[in-house]
C-alpha cells in the first residue's frame, strides 16, 4: 500500500502518465482545461513538432489518432465536394470558344511574313562601325555619328537552311555580356515577300538545354527526397499547367471575367493537387475549405486593388505589344488573375499545415474545447504567418529588382518611384497575397477546430480521457506499492 504522504513527497513527473509521439513525451495532465489556461503551453511545445511534413517513425502522421465525429465528417467532405464541383460547373460555363488562341494568332501574322525562330550555333562576333541612330541616343540626349554594331557570324541547325551560315546584328548590351562560339542562338526567319529577299535577326540565346537539365533535375531531386508525396506533386504541376493553358490563358483572352476566371481555375487546380498531394482526409478537405475562403478573398481583393490603383498592365514592352491585340480590360484581367495565381501556392502551405497543426492540438489534448484548438492553433499559425509574409515580400521583391534599380537611377525620389506602373504592380501583389494569406490563417483554424472540437483521441471521449487516464493511474500506482 502507498501512503498519500509518500504519494506527495515522490516525484510528481513520476505519477503523470506520459504518452510518446514522434519520439517526444506529453503528460496527459497537459490538457488543457476548460479556461484554456494550458493551451499556450501545449502550443508551444506543437510549435517544435507539427507540419504537414512530419511524420513519425511508424510511417504515421501526427494526428492520426484523432476520430472525428460523424456530423462533422459529413459537413466537411460535403462542403470540400461541393466546392470541387463548383469548380468544375464554373470551367465549363468560362470554357473559350473553339479556336480563340487561333484568332489571335492570325491577327499577329496578318498582313506580312510570320517569324520562324531557327536555332543556330555561333562562329564568330566582329565589331563594326555604323552610323548612329535615335536607338543609340546618348545620356544627354545627342544622337552619336557612330556607334558600334556587333555582328555575329553563325551556322543554321535546322530547317530548310540547315548548314547555311548566316550574319546578323546583335545588340551592343547582349555583345557586351558574351558571346562565344559555340553558344546556342535562336534567329528569327523572315522568308522572302516580292520584292524583298529571306532576312535573319537575332531574336535571344536558345536555352533549351540548360532549361531541360534543370527541370530535370528538380523532378529528379524531388522524387528521390519525397518519394511517392514529391511524384504526386510533380503530376499536380502538370496537371495546373495544363489548366492554366488550356483554360485559363485562353478564356481570358476571349474576354471571359477575369476575376471568376482566376478563382474557378485556381479552386480547380487546388481540389485536385492538395488531395493528389496530401492523401484523402478530412485534414486535407479542412485545408481545402480554408484554401477556397482564402482565393475568394484574394480575387475580390485584387479587382478591387487593381481598380483602385488604375493598373493597366502596361509596365514593359511585352504587356504594351499584348495590349495592340487585346483589349485593355483584357490586360487589367491578367494582373488581377496573375495576382491570383501568385497567391495559390502559398495558400496551400499555410492552410494544409494550419489543419495538421489543430489535428495534433486535438490529439494531444482531448480535453480541449472548440476555443482553446483555435487559440493554439493560432498560436501555431502567427510563427508560419510571419515567416510566411516574408517568404512573399522577398519573391515580389526579386522579382521587381531591375525596376528597383532603374527607379534608382532615373528617380531619386522613392515616393514618386513607388507609385510608378512596374513598383505599384508588384506592391500590389504582395499586399493582396499578404493579407489575404493571413486571413486564411484563423479561417482555416476555425474550420479545422469545428470538425475536431467533438472528436475522440484513440477511442477516448473528448474533456474524459485526461481524467480517466489519472484514475487509472493512480489505482495502477496504489497496486505496485
Not at 482564402?294 to 488604375?310: E, Q, R, S, Y
Not at 483584357?330 to 502559398?346: E, K, N, Q, S, Y
Not at 527607379?407 to 510608378?420: F, N
Request: proline share 5%; charged share 15%; hydrophobic share 45%.
Amino acid at each position: 500500500m502507498v501512503h498519500a504522504t509518500s504519494l506527495r513527497r515522490g516525484s510528481e513527473a513520476d505519477l503523470k502518465p506520459r504518452r510518446r509521439s514522434a519520439g517526444w513525451e506529453v503528460p496527459e495532465s497537459a490538457t488543457p482545461g476548460a479556461d484554456g489556461g494550458d493551451h499556450g503551453r501545449v502550443a508551444s511545445d506543437l510549435h517544435e513538432h507539427t507540419g504537414h511534413g512530419h511524420v513519425r517513425p511508424d510511417g504515421s502522421r501526427p494526428g492520426d489518432d484523432v476520430r472525428v465525429g460523424a456530423l462533422a465528417r459529413r459537413v466537411v467532405v460535403v462542403l470540400a465536394v461541393v466546392c470541387a464541383l463548383a469548380s468544375v460547373v464554373g470551367v465549363a460555363l468560362l470554357w473559350p470558344p473553339p479556336g480563340t488562341l487561333a484568332e489571335l494568332r492570325d491577327q499577329v501574322s496578318a498582313g506580312g511574313s510570320v517569324v520562324t525562330d531557327v536555332e543556330a550555333r555561333a562562329d564568330s562576333l566582329v565589331q563594326k562601325t555604323c552610323p548612329g541612330t535615335t536607338l543609340d541616343r546618348l545620356p544627354d540626349g545627342t544622337v552619336p555619328a557612330t556607334a558600334s554594331c556587333p555582328t555575329l557570324t553563325a551556322t543554321v541547325l535546322q530547317g530548310p537552311s540547315k548548314g547555311q551560315q548566316v550574319q546578323v546584328e546583335v545588340p551592343a548590351q547582349v555583345a557586351e555580356g558574351g558571346i562565344s562560339p559555340g553558344d546556342r542562338v535562336d534567329l528569327g526567319y523572315f522568308p522572302p515577300t516580292p520584292g524583298y529577299d529571306a532576312t535573319w535577326q537575332w531574336v535571344d540565346f536558345s536555352r533549351t538545354r540548360p532549361l531541360a537539365l534543370a527541370v530535370g533535375a528538380f523532378a529528379l531531386l524531388t522524387v528521390l527526397v519525397a518519394r511517392k508525396r514529391g511524384l504526386a506533386a510533380l503530376g499536380g504541376m502538370v496537371m495546373a499547367g495544363a489548366v492554366l493553358a488550356f483554360f485559363m490563358i485562353p478564356a481570358l483572352l476571349a474576354g471571359r471575367p477575369a476575376v471568376l476566371v482566376s478563382v474557378v481555375g485556381c479552386t480547380a487546380i487546388m481540389s485536385v493537387v492538395l488531395y493528389l498531394t496530401h492523401g484523402f482526409s478530412l485534414r486535407t478537405a479542412a485545408a481545402h475549405l480554408g484554401t477556397v475562403s482564402g482565393l475568394l478573398l484574394v480575387g475580390v481583393a485584387a479587382h478591387v486593388a487593381v481598380g483602385a490603383t488604375h493598373l493597366q498592365g502596361l509596365s514593359d514592352e511585352d504587356s504594351a505589344y499584348l495590349g495592340q491585340l487585346t483589349s485593355m480590360s483584357t490586360l487589367r484581367g491578367l494582373v488581377v488573375a496573375g495576382i491570383v495565381l501568385a497567391g495559390v501556392g502559398v495558400l496551400n502551405d499555410v492552410t494544409i499545415t494550419q489543419a495538421s497543426a489543430v489535428w495534433e492540438v486535438r490529439e494531444h489534448a482531448p480535453g480541449a474545447s472548440f476555443t482553446t484548438l483555435v487559440r493554439s492553433g493560432m498560436r501555431v499559425g502567427r510563427d508560419h504567418l510571419a515567416s510566411t509574409v516574408y517568404t512573399v515580400a522577398f519573391a515580389y521583391a526579386g522579382a521587381a529588382l531591375p525596376v528597383l534599380v532603374i527607379l534608382a537611377v532615373t528617380d531619386p525620389r522613392w515616393v514618386d518611384a513607388v507609385g510608378s506602373s512596374a513598383l505599384a504592380e508588384e506592391l500590389v501583389r504582395t499586399a493582396i497575397g499578404g493579407a489575404c494569406v493571413a486571413l486564411s490563417v484563423p479561417i482555416t483554424t476555425a474550420v479545422a477546430a469545428a470538425a475536431v472540437a467533438s472528436a475522440s483521441v484513440g477511442g477516448a471521449q473528448p474533456g474524459r480521457r485526461g481524467r480517466r487516464s489519472a484514475g487509472t493511474a493512480g489505482r495502477a500506482g496504489a497496486r505496485r506499492g
